[in-house]
């Protein structure tokens, strides 16, 4: 309303009454205030997995104010859920989570948007469900999906906050992609395999609470300006003997994700690699049999990698990534019988497949360079 | 050269100042693990470079995957 009354529309106000009242512990903080909660609700955050993590997280980001939470989670409600995953009941048994969970957050805090994705993170879905996001948090269970949270956020440059645990310790950062600062892949290269999750080693239940209240927490200083020493660091939680640590990060100089973005080829190439199936195509070779044929004089190899990939580690040969393979093609001598290698064997079958048809005598490495060089150590 | 370090929390003695040759006298041979020096990330690119002194905290983080 203008000074003189003359405009009798009511005055744009920010809460609601109920709003106001809901959030007054807050806006009595004054590092938060009107004007952090005010950013709360304007927030659009991801969450990504609704078990044991993912309870507390969004109990507390719920009842904070978060305006917008996309809930993600393909799986249901198990008893042997319940241990630790208090968002749910025995009436959600069988249930799936997103759905149950929308179901108990609205009842907490019904001022603010709830979408509940009863499916898993997968690459499908990944760009287009963490696009809108002002922060993702990173609840789930499993390596492969954490891995492609980190890579679609470093893409996306979203920030996101990690947390997982283990028995009876934890781990916890805030990864801010494009800031110059270490992501996942920096700390861990490798998708570990073989490492034991909850359902087979056991975890105490009040574990992923203090991780996923340490996660909100974060979180909710992230989105409205507070400090987030988390960044950057990794903070490390031994809940038996009650310590807590952090460890200083710093970006990886050959990290594959920070120094170059990873090409959608690379993605499709590491998580089809992370639940590769045993079919073999007519053109794939062994490593066995790549390591007997690959230093013969008719024999070509052919790195269809990036060139960060490429300068990491190679195996002499020559270099055309798949991405330029098409215009340089017709350069290549069809004399010589053409092996294309990459890391896991995905982007080296297409140049093949692209190869022969155009009458090129040509294999791909089955397992990539990933399996060769397990095989020949 | 024999100097003393802290393992994992532990006090413990090596035989050998640079970090591969260290890792390799205390076995860990899993490439499954981040590295930290007294309290830094250093990345694997770097492990070569690294000579320990003597005191420094050496810890091997694990991986884990639960949520
Ligand atoms: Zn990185």
Known sequence: MTANGKNNKPEQQAFSGSEWLRYTRHIQLPQIGAQGQQALKQSHVVVIGCGGLGSPVLLYLAAAGIGHITLVDGDTVDLTNLQRQILFGMDDIAQPKATAAKQRLSQLNPEITLDAVNEPLSLNNAESLIAPADLVLDCTDNFATRYLINDVCATLKKPWVFASIHQFSGQCSLFTPGDGHACFRCLFPEMPTGVADCNTAGVLGVLPGMLGMFQANEAIKFLAGLPTPLNNKLLLVEAIDLTFRQIQLTQSSDCIVCQQHKSADELDDFYSAACASNESDPLEVSAGYFESIKNNEEVLLLDVRTHAERSAFHMNGIHIPLSDLEGTISKLSKNKTIVCYCQSGTRSLKAAKQLKRLGFTCHSLKGGLATWLKSVR | ?67
Do not use: C, W
């Open chain 2, 1 to 67: 050269m024999s100097i003393s370090i802290i393992y994992n929390g532990k006090q413990t003695s090596l035989n050998n100042s640079q970090l591969l040759e260290a890792l390799r006298e205390l076995n860990i041979k899993n490439e499954q693990f981040a590295l930290a020096i007294n309290e830094t990330f250093v990345p694997k690119s770097e492990y070569s470079t690294i000579t320990l002194k003597h005191n420094d905290a050496l810890e091997i983080l694990t991986p884990m995957q639960g949520g």
